[in-house]
């Protein structure tokens, strides 16, 4: 993931609101990565990231949801 780091679609806020899956997915074909895998695991990995750079503490955390 991080050779595509720089994939990030930024709002009018200027915070980061997804991935550009288009992007993603041509430089992994282009790196020969499996693409059904990726297409698999990008939703997760993309909401962590995109909960990341935003600052949220609690991504991916359904801990606290489940209470």
């Known amino acids: 993931m ?3 780091e720089r ?3 930024v709002g009018g806020t200027g915070r ?6 288009g992007a993603v997915m041509t430089v992994a074909s282009a790196l ?3 693409l059904g895998l990726l297409a698999d695991v990008l939703p ?3 909401a962590a990231i995109v909960s990341n750079l ?3 503490e609690d991504a991916g955390d359904d801990a ?3 209470e």
């Not at 980061?16 to 899956?21: C, K, R, S, T, Y």
Request: hydrophobic fraction near 35%.
């Open 2 to 4: 991080t050779t595509c």
């Open 44 to 46: 997760a990995a993309e």
């Open 64 to 66: 606290e949801e489940d």
């Open 7 to 9: 994939q990030i679609r």
């Open 16 to 21: 980061p609101f997804a991935l550009d899956f």
């Open 32 to 34: 020969d990565v499996d």
């Open 54 to 56: 935003n600052g949220d």
